[in-house]
Structures are given as C-alpha cells and as structure tokens.
C-alpha cells in the first residue's frame, strides 16, 4: 500500500522503537504533523516553547534512556533553532535524530521563505546529514540516520525532508529496528603490548569518561581496578556511570575536579584511560600533564587516541569488549604504598573542606543530595553551579547525571530535565543559576503542560559565576557584564508559567523549600540565594598544571 | 611546512565534496589544489588533494576525521616516490614577433602542445608533474602570460596497489 512521506517518517520512528518525539511545528511540517495527529495513539509528541529546548529535550531523553532522542522541527528558523542543541549532542555523543522539513523540492536554492540550507549549516555538527529528494529514500534515510546515531562513537544525525517529500507516497514495508555496529575490541597485539605496560605499573589509575555509559563498561572497569589495585577518577561526562561512594572513587578530575583525584593522576605512572577524550578542561597545560604516567587509551573512536595527549598504547576498540580481553592478561597485584598515599591525598582533600554557616552552595546540594533516589536523573545547567552539583552530588545509577560537557551550553538544562523525565518517568532535578535559567526558562510552559516532576534548584547569586571567578582571579576584579542586577521574582516568574516555587534564604527554609519540591505535582523552583563571590574550588587555572592548583582563596 | 597529497575515495553523492573539504577547512590546513571526478566505478568519486600542513600529527588528525565521515570509504596518502602523479595545464601568451621564437623553444624543450594559435595569442597545453609545470611557467614569466589554467594533480600508486578501505588505526 502508498502512504505519504509524513507517514513513513512516522511509522519508521515506531519501527525503530520511538514513542516519544519533542518538537514544534511549523508550515513545512504540518503534513509531518498531520500524521503526528493520526498516530498520537503510538507516538507522543511533546510540544516545547522552543525549538532549542526540544533539542535539549530529545538529547536529555537520550542521555537519561541511552535509546536516541527525536526532535522535530520546521523550516528556516525551525531548524536554525535546533543548532545549539545539536551542537550540544555533538560535542558530548549523544545519539540524536534531528527531522526538519524544508519547502519543495522545486523551491530549494531560491531563498523561498523560511528555506534554510540546514544540511550545510549542520555540516560540522553532525556525525552526517541527509537531504531527502525523493519520497523512496525517506524510510531507509531515516533507518540509516537511526544506525549512525547509535553505532560506534554515538552522535546527531539530521534528515532535512521537503515538503513535496512528505506529501508524494510510496510503498512502505515495515522493518525491525536498526542494531549498531557490532562492537569490537581492540587488536589483540594492542591489547597484549598495554597489558606489559599496565602489569609493570606501580602506581596504576583508572581514568574514563562518558564512553564507558555508553559501553555500559562499568562492571569491567571496577574489575579493572580491582585487579591492579588501582583509584579511579573519571571526567565530568564519565559521572554517575559507577556508583560515587565506591571505595576506589576519587571522583571527577580536571579544571573543578576533586583534589584527591587530580592529584592522584598527576602521581600515577600509569593511566588506563577509558572512553575519555583529555579534553583541555582535564589536561590544563598539556607539556606538563601527567608527565610521569604511561597513558594505555582506550576508545571506540581512533580519532581521539594522540588527538591531544600522546598515549603509550593507544586502544581503538569497544571499551567493554577490549577490557573483556585485556582483564586476563593482567597480574592481579596489591600496591600498598600507592593506596597509602592516595589515602593521605584524600585526607588532604577532605581538610580543605570548609563549612561556613549559612546558606553555601555546597550545604544547599548536599540538602538536594539527601533528597535524591537512586533512579533521579539530575540535570544541570553550565557554570559555577555545574560544578558545584558535578563534585557534590552523589549517584547509585549509570544515566542520572545530565550536563552539557564538551559545547558547555547555557540553557540546556530545563529542556534536558524534561526530556529525562519522559525517559525515566521518574521525578527529575534541576540544578542552575539565574544566568543559566534565565536563557531558557521558557520551557516551564512545557513542563507545566505536561505535568513533568520537576525540582528546580536555581542557585541565586546575582550575577554570572563563573565568569565573576574569572574575572576576580584574573581580571583584577573587574566585573565586566557579569553582574545582573536583574529584578525577576522566580517565584512570580514560576506563578506566571503555572508552576509553584519559594525563595529559600536559609538552610531551614531550603529544608522546607525541597520537602514541598520533592511532594509536589509538577514543576517547582526554589529560588536558593547564595553568596555572589562563592568560588568552585580547587581551580587548576586555564592552561595552568597541578603546581598552580588554587585551593583556597584568600579572604 | 611540508606538502602532501592525499586520496580519498568517496561515495558519490552530492555534497560530499563539501564535507572532505570542510573537514581540510576545521583543521586549518590549506589546500594547495584539488581534483575530483568519477572512477571506475560510478558509485564512487575520487578526490585527490594537495595540502600543507604543519606536523604529522596534525596530519593523522586530519585524516582520522575524514574517515569518521560516513561518505568516505578510503583514504591514502601518496608518496611522490611511490606514485604517477599528473597535472595538466593550459597557459595563454601573448603573440608578440619579438619573443615568439624563445616562447616555441621553451614549449618544444617542456613537450608543451600548442593548441591554439591566433595573430595575438598562443594557447600551450602541458602535461607532466607539478614540478616541471612551475619550471615552465617559471620561464614562461619572462614574457607576457596573459592567463594560465592548472587541473590540480591527479595521482596514482605505482605497481597492482589501489585505493581501498585500509584499516590503518
């Protein structure tokens, strides 16, 4: 049977296991739309203020699920809109599938209205794009696109699909859903020279990053630890993938990262480095990083090994399948003398601590923490806050850590939360500043309309955080456009969109604050006012190595 | 700053040429010249590009990239010592009485074809590596080119090797 282009595009979603899509219409999508109407009994659309926030939205679906998120969205601006949060996936490999439509097929080049080149525009911030010409293509387009999101490294995938396209019909035979590449473990003759390495190893550490959630490599890598008596640490997108409290955990290393374990790798002479990427944010200056350490680099995208750090061994395989056959060839030893002064790091760590009365970001996260469930996917936006919630905030399960790492995008993460929340049907956290919040609070139209369980723990300071740090640490205190000085009433503002809120000012009234977040139907903002000159702490100053860690700052 | 060329076969679709061209563009590496047409088989496109580039490993960068690309199928990179490589070229002189006779024993010295010949103008083709193209036009810049057009090299392995997907991580 001929059905029309709009409908392939719906039922090859179906078949490829998508019931939820988050989007926003627009006059090149209205046929795509009009089948979105006739199959609302399979699929779920969420509608969203903003196209940017149906981005983030399917990326934070993604991330929560591990399943790719669909977003959807029109023409012209439509799809200029998606960039951000396409970018967003991008930059931390996120399978994504973005749909736009565009004008006919006869008006393309002739700067119609709303016509954009998206697939150019996309070019560099895609894993790969399609334009669909013609309407027998459309089904196996999409069925590719979904294979390339999800195999190898994952990443956003873009279909551009004219309107004639989604009108012309064809013959459609269902298909069972695309399976990614076959993962694959690295050379045997790799694996067996970075065995050497790892057994010669006196001070060994396991370091990884989101790759191992997306190997599901988890159990792997504490067997990995286990067996060469290693400590680990991971990069902010590796977090939540094993559970925080594990005895070997160091927590998260690089610019913000936890003293202990920046310490401990820059004293490692061996790093088994995981699905991570030695982005600059983890390697500060990169002549004196680790300088002591063999690195074995394990990844699934071979572009990343010697991309910015030069490994010993450099791995291109599965994290999982390579650990499989790397863990038999490895001596089980004890390294009591590196544990102990891993030991001594943390006590080091553990004194820097300071616990000043008041409402300080640290006391009002470890209140948020107390309130989390294991199952709770917790996003955040980007700054200061970010960091606070990354090196505090305490997780059982793998997925339930949602930020945005590599493109550090402001505002993504109310539309993320939501996103998350359909994935988990589980009530989700919100942690952001006034700066971020307010690029993108939009989005609590669409958590209000769709009665997402939400707590928002805004953390109020006034102005733009971690650009203030900056500027207080290196700019000789001029604060340059960071202060905001804004009037908003986020209590008002949550009101006037349909959502409850409160101000919390004090640890009580924040104890109050989460208890009615936490019991109630659907968004809530606590308003949290904290200290403008609050610092994340330790710092490793850009471009700066461990001798210029700042862990304190003077009075 | 050293030059290599590459090869890159692509599948052949439209666009293609721009996502291996942006990927040269993101890592800053600059183009020296270009060619692309079909092969031997109409599936399939073959690029062929000469670029400078700082170090190797910027190099390796570059090409690990291009074989993330989806569209790409194989990459190789070709040693002058190991491959044919070719450049065609069409130079427009000036016809001038004066110079003409150094300009046709400059040509017949290079093998260069004349291939267009009017009272004011002298079109010369020549085919022949890159290196004696500049020698040629290098001479020819004692009298007057009045335009000059180049392919871009085109360039094959010596012996049975052909271009195929290598994995060479």
């Known amino acids: 049977m001929k059905i029309s282009g709009a409908d392939i595009v719906v039922q090859t979603l179906l078949e490829q296991g998508c019931d939820v899509v988050f989007g926003y219409p627009g006059g090149q999508v209205i046929n795509l739309y009009d089948s979105l109407y006739k199959y609302q009994d399979s699929i779920r659309h969420v509608l969203t203020a903003h196209e940017q926030g149906a981005a983030h939205a399917a990326d934070g679906y993604a991330r929560a699920s591990g399943r790719p998120g669909v977003v959807i969205a029109t023409s012209g601006p439509g799809a200029t809109n998606l960039v951000t949060g396409i970018a967003t996936a991008y930059l931390d490999s996120v399978p994504l599938i973005a749909i736009t439509g565009n004008v006919m097929g006869s008006q393309i080049g002739t700067d119609s209205f709303q016509e954009i080149d998206i697939t150019g525009i996309t070019l560099p911030i895609t894993k790969h794009n399609y334009f669909v010409g013609r309407v027998e293509e459309l089904a196996d387009t999409l069925r590719e696109a979904f294979r390339l999101a999800i195999s190898g490294r994952p990443g956003p995938v873009l279909v551009d699909i004219p309107k004639d396209v989604q009108i012309a019909k064809t013959d459609y035979q269902p298909k069972p859903a695309v399976q990614p590449d076959e993962p694959f473990a690295a050379k045997e003759i790799r694996i067996t020279e970075a065995a050497a390495t790892i057994n010669a190893a006196r001070r060994p550490f396991v370091y990884f990053g989101g790759g191992v959630i997306t190997a599901g490599a988890a159990e792997e890598l504490l067997a990995l630890a286990e067996k060469i008596d290693a400590p680990i640490g991971c990069s902010m997108m590796g977090l939540s993938a094993i559970p925080s409290d594990h005895p070997r955990f160091l927590g998260m290393q690089g610019m913000h990262g936890h003293y202990a374990c920046s310490t401990a790798m820059h004293h490692a002479d061996c790093i088994i480095a995981l699905g991570v990427r030695f982005n600059d944010r983890v390697t500060g200056d990169r002549t004196k990083f680790a300088r002591h350490a063999k690195i074995v680099h394990i990844d699934i995208d071979g572009a990343e090994l010697d991309k910015t750090v030069h490994p010993t061994h450099g791995l291109r395989g599965d994290v999982g399948c390579t650990l499989r056959r790397l863990l038999p060839l490895l001596t089980a030893a004890p390294h009591p003398e590196w544990q102990q002064q891993v030991a001594a790091f943390r006590k080091e760590e553990a004194a820097q601590q300071t616990d000043r009365p008041g409402l300080t970001p640290q006391k009002a996260l470890k209140m948020l923490d107390a309130h989390l469930t294991p199952n709770t996917p917790v996003a955040t936006d980007v700054g200061q806050h970010q960091m606070w919630a990354a090196q505090t905030l305490h997780f059982q399960k793998s997925r339930r850590f949602i930020s945005s790492g590599g493109l550090g995008t402001m505002g993504f993460g109310l539309g993320a939360a939501i996103g998350a929340a359909f994935a988990t049907g589980e009530r989700a956290v919100l942690v952001t500043g006034d700066g971020s919040f307010g690029m993108n609070c939009n989005e609590l139209a669409t958590a209000v309309s769709c009665k997402v369980p939400l707590v928002i723990l805004l953390l109020n300071n006034g102005v733009l955080g971690m650009v203030r740090q900056w500027q207080t640490l290196f700019f000789d205190r001029h604060y340059s456009n960071t202060v905001l000085n804004r009037q908003t009433d986020y209590v008002a503002l949550a009101a006037a969109f349909g959502a409850q809120g409160s101000v919390a000012q004090t640890p009580e009234q924040l104890e109050a604050a989460l208890a009615a977040a936490f019991a109630a139907d659907g968004p809530y903002v606590i308003d949290c006012r904290i200290d403008k000159d609050e610092f994340v702490l330790p710092m490793l100053p850009p471009g700066g190595s461990m001798d210029d860690i700042i862990t304190k700052v003077g009075d | ?169």
């Open chain 2, 1 to 169: 700053m050293e030059r290599f060329t590459v090869a890159v076969l692509v599948k052949n679709q439209f666009g293609v040429l721009n996502r291996v061209t942006s990927m040269f563009r993101r890592r800053q590496f600059n183009i020296v010249c270009l060619t692309v047409s079909e092969t031997e088989s109409a599936e399939f496109s073959r690029i062929t590009v000469q670029f400078d580039g700082q170090n190797d490993s910027a190099k390796q960068q570059l090409y690990n990239q291009l074989y993330k690309l989806p569209d790409v199928c194989s990459i190789k990179e070709l040693q002058p010592q190991d491959s044919v490589s070719r450049e065609l070229m069409l130079i427009k002189m000036e016809n001038d009485p004066e110079t003409r006779a150094a300009i046709r024993d400059a040509a017949a010295a290079f093998n260069a074809k004349t291939v267009d010949y009017t009272r004011d103008s002298i079109v010369m083709q020549l085919t022949a590596d890159s290196r004696r193209i500049d020698d040629f036009v290098n001479l020819m810049r004692d009298f007057t080119i009045l335009e000059i057009c180049r392919t871009g090299i085109v360039s094959l392995e010596r012996g049975n090797a052909t271009i195929r997907k290598v994995n060479y991580l």
